[in-house]
């Protein structure tokens, strides 16, 4: 179920309870550069979304930058400067020359206000590895490697060195130089390598690789 969806559903509701409380769409957008050079990135982005389904994330070279869309369900008068301040967005450095990203909303508009997509930049060569919950992963450009795990989301990676990819029910396209695991636990998986491929797992779904 797709946002526009909800909040028809949501107004619908409304109406049907004699309501006149003027509901629409919010966005707002937050970003955040990382104050240090990044090597390898880290994110768990599980608990995002609006609870019925994960946030969109891409992955794109440039500086290192961060930007999360935040959408609602509000009365036209909730400020945008309250919603803004509820994202939690920051890099943080760890014990082995990681940088981890934190992203969260925790503002006075939890109830109604969630993160629908994140947009990640990194200089090319990065490492990078993604923890996803309900969400799809659309990278292409970092030309580094890439371990990404979805519970239930599809993976779309373009360009990447050495790669680890599990979905867990989603399907997997990536083009990279060799892979250790491609897994898809209820999807398909299509991939194009110019060396190796160690493991390729389809749970229900079909394998179509091309191996250099």
């Given at each position: 179920?797709?946002?526009?969806?909800?909040?028809?559903?949501?107004?619908?509701?409304?109406?049907?309870?004699?309501?006149?409380?003027?509901?629409?769409?919010?966005?707002?957008?937050?970003?955040?550069?990382?104050?240090?050079?990044?090597?390898?990135?880290?994110?768990?982005?599980?608990?995002?979304?609006?609870?019925?389904?994960?946030?969109?994330?891409?992955?794109?070279?440039?500086?290192?930058?961060?930007?999360?869309?935040?959408?609602?369900?509000?009365?036209?008068?909730?400020?945008?400067?309250?919603?803004?301040?509820?994202?939690?967005?920051?890099?943080?450095?760890?014990r082995d020359d990681a940088t981890r990203l934190g992203v969260s909303y925790a503002g006075a508009w939890d109830e109604s206000v969630f993160i629908d997509a994140v947009s990640i930049t990194l200089p090319e060569g990065r490492a990078v590895e993604l923890t996803l919950g309900a969400s799809s992963l659309d990278g292409a450009g970092v030309r580094g490697d890439a371990r990404v795990n979805a519970d239930s989301g599809s993976i779309t990676l373009?360009?990447?060195?050495?790669?680890?990819?599990?979905?867990?029910?989603?399907?997997?396209?990536?083009?990279?130089?060799?892979?250790?695991?491609?897994?898809?636990?209820?999807?398909?998986?299509?991939?194009?390598?110019?060396?190796?491929?160690?493991?390729?797992?389809?749970?229900?779904?079909?394998?179509?690789?091309?191996?250099?």
């Amino acid at each position: 179920m797709n946002h526009r969806t909800l909040t028809a559903l949501f107004g619908a509701t409304l109406l049907a309870g004699a309501c006149t409380f003027n509901v629409r769409t919010e966005a707002v957008e937050v970003s955040a550069e990382s104050p240090a050079p990044v090597e390898r990135l880290r994110a768990d982005l599980r608990g995002l979304g609006d609870g019925l389904s994960g946030v969109d994330v891409t992955l794109r070279p440039g500086p290192a930058r961060a930007t999360v869309r935040v959408a609602a369900l509000v009365n036209s008068n909730t400020p945008r400067d309250e919603i803004r301040a509820g994202v939690r967005l920051g890099w943080s450095a760890e014990r082995d020359d990681a940088t981890r990203l934190g992203v969260s909303y925790a503002g006075a508009w939890d109830e109604s206000v969630f993160i629908d997509a994140v947009s990640i930049t990194l200089p090319e060569g990065r490492a990078v590895e993604l923890t996803l919950g309900a969400s799809s992963l659309d990278g292409a450009g970092v030309r580094g490697d890439a371990r990404v795990n979805a519970d239930s989301g599809s993976i779309t990676l373009r360009d990447a060195l050495a790669v680890d990819l599990v979905a867990g029910s989603g399907s997997i396209d990536v083009q990279a130089a060799r892979a250790s695991r491609l897994e898809a636990g209820s999807g398909s998986i299509r991939a194009a390598l110019t060396g190796h491929l160690t493991a390729a797992t389809a749970g229900s779904g079909s394998i179509d690789a091309v191996v250099g």
